[in-house]
């Protein structure tokens, strides 16, 4: 065993503290506890009061700073500058420099360690220096015994490895770690390398606590939506694996002990290959199907990176001999992902926070709660769950069973036979059947469900029907699928009457609301209701408190205040968050709805405006004809009063006005006006008649008007 070194609290930074693999190990180190590692000085100090004291206080860079940093993160820092860098790196205790997901850090890192190592002689405290780098630097490695491809490449022989044309940055910098260490190591001997000490621990493929490079496969197989889970290739390449946690005890220990080995390799034992990861975690989370797809078809996957994609085709059988005896690691999930799947899934889900969520709709007939279900579901991404459908498709399944039986599986069609008839005979019967209950319970369990859980709708109606569904010999199993809500839906009994009334004849029949059944049927939920001991007293001893809601109407503001009760009662999703990729498609669904709708609103006010135009033209018409015939009617009314003046002025007034223009003319008086004016008062034929030698009526004078 490696030289233990007295206990003291360490102040370690980690890059990339937000990301996948860097968070965890920071998780695990903040908790580990502060041991007395000074076998002269263990018997003297309190152990039990050591481990209350925190071992690792942790800082480290990160993409985006938080308003409020994680627990367990005492410092952070977005994007620092090289000197602020190294002024922190100068601060801490043991570097931590994860490129085992980011080959952007490669360049960091190698600057880092350079750095460090020139300022060594300002240090005032040992400094630990550890590389978490990726098998990837081995992907490439000529097989030691091409005639036994199990012997397996180990921490030993880390000289040979031969890197994946990808990760050549990588293994540059590994040696160049190495190497550093080296040189401090001769440079001061007598130290041993007590002042800079550097490390490269070699990381197998990363999964657990919510997953890193296997997420594509956890979440294909939890969201249930394809049919079977993809395998690129042939699935037979070995993939070398460790669980995040594993790393990060390895980390530890690497701190705690400081071996002599300057590289060590971190994997665990399992060995398994591509093909037996992803069907275990098809077979315990999603549809237990898998499919071959050739491996070019990976690179059209969009969730996936270009470094995950080079790392799963990784084909290496490797042992980690330098942990294995140097260290006593308490492993978590030592022999591997596949024997411990369970448990990866458990904290999958946890740390996700993709809990199922069981709800199951109660309320007398034609009250809406298959339309509510629907809306539910909807909006949670559940299952609904209604018994005549699920008897129905499990029946269909018995039947394609049945109709194409495996010759090698002779006594399964027996069985499904067997229990198709049972169903067949008990499909029309208002009891349940044992059968019919555990077609229905195998449902409640399937996969889907445990994953994003269910709504069931209108089942069950009575507490014998409650005990038989949900009472399980097993307990554990029955309250993982016992529904955790129980929503009641009530309307009176006239405003159900109305709603039967007004449904088309075709739904009444395939529903089964008749008038009499209608009746009965609403007659029998009332009497179960009231019972001492319903399904409603059923969930009450479950701890389960039944959510009473009301139908009051189906218009749009009611159903409306319905669903925010109903979204405030269940809280939040608990699924994904919508990707990218879905994100995008909704954006383009909305953006297409809005202009649909704008289209619409545009040929309805095109619509209106041409109607109002017509009107236009309509009343402009009229207006015209109108003014047309007014015109008219105006200039014989002018004409007429123009003739009749005309005649006034010829006969009473021409004859004496020209006469005395003709003077003024003549005379040319200084006043004309009043010449005028005189000579017309003094020649009125009123007063004078005309006398026979006076001249004729017009004296010459062109008549106005001519």
């Known amino acids: ?40 000085e263990e018997q003297e100090e309190e152990v039990e009061e050591a481990h209350h004291n925190q071992a690792f206080q942790m800082v480290g860079t990160v993409s985006n700073l938080s308003d409020e940093p994680p627990p367990y993160i005492l410092e952070e820092y977005c994007h620092p500058g090289k000197e602020e860098l190294l002024s922190i790196l100068m601060e801490c205790h043991v570097i931590l420099y994860n490129i085992s997901q980011d080959a952007d850090q490669v360049e960091e890192a190698s600057w880092a360690v350079k750095a460090l190592h020139d300022q060594k002689e300002d240090f005032t405290s040992q400094k630990i220096f550890v590389l978490i780098s990726t098998v990837m630097t081995w992907a490439s490695s000529i097989p030691l015994d091409p005639e036994d491809p199990e012997l397996p490449f180990t921490d030993e022989i880390f000289y040979c490895r031969k890197a994946h044309p ?95 080995p300057y590289y060590l390799l971190a994997v665990d034992m399992s060995n398994n290959t591509m093909e ?17 797809k050739p491996f070019e ?79 539910i579901c909807k909006h949670y991404k559940l299952h609904h769950i209604t018994v005549r459908d699920t008897i129905y498709k499990a029946m269909a399944e018995l039947e394609v069973i049945v109709k194409n039986p495996d010759p090698d599986a002779e006594e399964v069609a027996a069985e499904a036979q067997e229990l198709l008839n049972t169903l067949n005979e008990s499909i029309d019967s208002d009891d349940f059947s044992e059968e019919q209950l555990k077609v229905l319970r195998d449902k409640m369990m399937s996969n889907q469900c445990k994953n ?156 209106k405006e041409e109607e109002e135009a017509r009107n236009r033209t309509a009343r402009w018409e009229e207006w015209t004809q109108s003014s047309e015939e007014a015109r008219m009617l105006e200039e014989l009314y002018m004409d007429n009063l123009t003739d009749q003046m005309r005649s006034y002025l010829m006969k009473n007034v021409v004859p004496t006005l020209g006469k005395g223009l003709i003077e003024c003319c003549r005379t040319q008086p200084a006043e004309p006006l009043d010449f005028l004016a005189e000579f017309l008062f003094r020649n009125n034929p009123h007063d004078h008649p005309p006398r026979s030698e006076d001249p004729p009526e017009n004296c010459g004078f062109p008549a106005p008007f001519d």
Not at 9 to 34: M, P
Not at 276 to 292: D, F, H, Q, R, Y
């Open 452 to 607: 994003q859980g269910y709504v069931l709708d209108a089942f069950p109606t009575t507490y014998k029907q409650a005990e038989d569904l949900f009472e399980d010999e097993q307990e554990d199993l029955s309250e993982k699928f016992t529904p955790e809500f129980l929503l009641v839906l009530d309307a009176t009994d006239s405003f159900l009457t109305d709603r039967v009334i007004n449904l088309s004849e075709e739904t009444v029949q395939d529903l089964g609301y008749e008038p009499e059944k209608f009746l009965s049927r609403l007659a029998i939920y009332r009497d179960n209701i009231q019972e001492e001991k319903s399904v409603i007293s059923y969930f009450e001893e479950l701890d389960v408190i039944p959510v009473l809601l009301e139908a009051t109407n189906g218009e749009e503001p009611a159903t409306s205040l319905l669903m925010h009760k109903i979204f405030t009662t269940l809280g939040p999703p608990r699924t994904y968050s919508p990707s990218p990729q879905e994100v995008k498609e909704e954006e383009t669904r909305i953006a297409e709805e809005k202009m649909k709708k704008e289209a619409e609103e545009r040929a309805v006010e095109e619509q």
């Open 1 to 40: 065993m490696p030289h233990k070194h007295k206990a003291t609290l360490k102040r370690v930074f980690i890059n990339n503290i937000d990301s996948y693999s860097s968070r965890n190990i920071a998780k695990f180190l903040c908790k580990v506890s502060l041991k007395v590692m000074d076998e002269e």
């Open 166 to 260: 990808s990760f050549k940055k990588h293994i540059d910098l590994e040696k160049i770690v190495v190497k550093v260490g080296k040189s401090v190591s001769s440079h001061f001997n007598c130290q041993n390398r007590e002042i800079f000490s550097t490390y490269v621990v070699a990381s197998g493929l990363q999964y657990g606590m919510g997953e890193g490079i296997f997420h594509f496969f956890f979440k294909e197989s939890w969201l249930g939506e394809a049919t079977a889970i993809s395998i690129y290739g042939d699935g037979k390449n070995i993939i070398p694996t460790i669980h995040v946690s594993d790393l990060a005890s390895v980390v530890q220990n690497v701190i705690e002990h400081q071996p002599r």
């Open 297 to 375: 078809d990976i690179y059209l996957n969009q969730e996936l990176t270009v470094m995950e994609i080079d790392s799963l085709q990784v084909n290496l059988r490797m042992e980690a001999t330098n942990v294995e005896n140097l260290f006593s690691v308490h492993w978590h999930c030592e022999a591997g992902l596949v024997e411990n799947v369970d448990l990866v899934v458990e904290e999958y889900r946890l740390s996700r926070g993709l809990l199922p969520l069981r709800i199951c709709l109660l309320g007398p007939p034609a009250v809406g709660k298959t339309t509510l279900s629907s809306k």
């Open 276 to 292: 037996e990861l992803v069907k275990v975690i098809a077979n315990v989370l999603g549809p237990a199907n898998t499919v071959n």
